[in-house]
Every structure is written in C-alpha cells, then in structure tokens.
C-alpha cells in the first residue's frame, strides 16, 4: 500500500509522508523529554545563551585541528547554516597561534547553477565557498594559514571532492544544520517518482549515495531564501552539490547545531526522537543518522520553542 501523499509537495517524499501518531508524538516533547533521549551514540546537550552556542560549535574545529600532525592529517566537514561559529573559529586559531598546515577542512555544500552546468561561482552572494572564506578564513593570520591544498570544496566535477575523503585524512567531526525538510547538507529527500513511487528508499540504500549533484527539495528553497535571502526564493538555485551519506559515515562524529533559526520547533523534536528510537526512514534524511555510531544533537535552548498552537 503506497504511503501518505507529502502535505507540502506531493511529488517529493518528506516528513509530512509519516504516520501520523509519529509527528504528533514528536510535538508532544518537552525539553526534559529531549535530555531523556540520549542513548549510546547518541548524545543531546543544551546551551542557555547563544554565546556558549556558537562557541562550543567553533571549539569543535579547534579540538579536530589540534589533534593534526603531518603523519595523522586531521580536518572537519563544516556547514554554511549556521554561520556565527565562523568567525569565532578565526580568533580562536588566531588567538591560540595554531598552525593549521597540516589540518583540512570540507565544504558540506554548494549551490549549483543550471545554466553553466558548474557550481555557482565564490563572486555569487550566496555561495559557500565565499561565506567560508571571507567569514573565517580570510580573517586567518598569513603566518597561520591552512594550505589551498587542504580546502575541499565541492565542485560539478565531483572527482577531486569524492578522493579527498579517502585521502588518508581523517574527518574528526561532520558538523552539520538543520533544514526545514529534516535534512543535513543538501541531503534531501528524493522525488517520488520512478521506482521510489510508492515508497521512498530504504535507509541502507540512501545510506550509498556520495557526493552528487542533486534537485532541492521547495521546502529547501523556501528555508534558504528566508534564512538568507530575504525571502526572494527567486534569487535560490533550485539544484546543488552536497556532501553524502557515503561520506557522513566517514566522519568519527557527527555534530548537529539547532538554534531554532533554519528548522522549526517540531522538525528539532523530530528528528531527535527517530534518532534515539532507531527509526531511519529516508524521508526524514536526518533520521538515518540513527545508524551513525557517534552523533550529537546541540540545541540552543531559547530557540526550541514549543509546538502548541498560536496564533499570530
């Protein structure tokens, strides 16, 4: 029997494709009711101010840089969503006088524009590339410098980006957003079309797919230009290069930063409750995480809101 059709977009498979009690049982969650679903390999921890938020978030690429020597290269996946830990990650490698030659970072992501059929250019007001650079690592002391060579940035051509990870570097940390369609990078859940008609893939098949080039989701692109463009959804490329599964499951850990500002109250509850009952489903991509051995959900606590209704 074919599954609900998607209340937001009914060619695509998304949370509203769920059972029912599902959702309603996430809404129901408290905070207290978050804290209790850490199990093992899966931890939830609360910050009380954004300060602490984004400082712990930029702390993670200094405690992954640290460990990097030039036998055991060491680098982080970072996300472009938030960005506020950006900054942050630049004084502190500054203020620390850390040497990042031999350390690595990853792009998670990048827009990717029809027309040239190439990821979008670093001079496009919404590319990556450009936020990651002029918000941490232009600000980097000259003498401190990562080597150009130890920046993966995805591109169209998908080879160079795929090799970095089984490179003989190793990925520390993935940290990662969340996305109104439960999503982290660009890992969207897929169009119902084809063979996923009727059911969307099975978590280990959604679990093989790599770095690619990928159709966004509407919700995607109705989150992106409200958190970063105004909301004129007609300035957001409606396809992107993402960072896989595949490569997910390469990083030692996985790091999730809600700040209540790119996913709403329900969608932050969500996703933590599959994840601590173990329930992976491929329209929920977050929720496949549930199989990652070492993911941890960071939460500003002002920005969880509550799921009660309100009306304005």
Same mark, same amino acid.
């Given at each position: 029997m074919s599954r609900k059709i998607s209340y937001i977009a009914p060619d695509w498979w998304d949370y509203t494709t769920l059972e029912s009690d599902l959702i309603n049982d996430a809404a129901r969650l408290t905070e207290r009711d978050l804290k209790q679903l850490s199990r093992p390999g899966f931890e939830v921890v609360?910050?009380?101010t954004l300060q602490d938020f984004y400082l712990a978030e930029a702390l993670e690429y200094? &405690? =992954?840089w640290r460990q990097s020597t030039a036998d055991n290269p060491v680098g982080i996946c970072g996300p472009i969503g938030p960005t506020e830990q950006l900054p942050l990650v630049a004084r502190l490698v500054n203020?620390?006088?850390l040497n990042l030659k031999h350390s690595h970072f990853w792009g998670m992501d990048?827009?990717?524009d029809e027309n040239t059929q190439r990821e979008v250019s670093p001079k496009h007001p919404l590319s990556f590339e450009k936020a990651d650079r002029e918000l941490c690592f232009d600000l980097i002391h000259k003498p401190l410098v990562m080597p150009e060579s130890n920046l993966h940035f995805p591109k169209a051509d998908l080879v160079t980006y795929q090799k970095s990870? &089984? =490179?003989?570097?190793r990925c520390a940390v993935m940290q990662g957003g969340q996305g109104e369609i439960k999503h982290w990078a660009f890992n969207d859940p897929l169009k119902r079309e084809g063979v996923w008609k009727n059911a969307p893939p099975s978590p280990a098949v959604f679990r093989e797919l790599a770095t690619r080039i990928v159709e966004l989701h509407p919700g995607t692109l109705s989150q992106n230009a409200r958190t970063s463009g105004g909301g004129n959804v007609t300035m957001v490329p409606k396809m992107a290069i993402t960072v896989g599964p595949k490569e997910t499951w390469l990083a030692e850990k996985v790091s999730i930063w809600q700040a209540g500002v790119h996913d709403n109250p329900l969608g932050q509850r969500l996703?933590?409750?599959m994840i601590s009952k173990g329930i992976a489903d491929s329209s929920v991509p977050m929720s496949l995480l549930a199989d990652h051995p070492n993911v941890k959900f960071n939460y500003y606590r002002g920005g969880l809101?509550?799921?009660s209704v309100e009306m304005h």
């Open positions: 609360f910050y009380d200094i &405690t =992954a203020e620390l006088d990048e827009w990717f990870w &089984t =490179a003989g570097v996703t933590a409750l809101g509550s799921c």
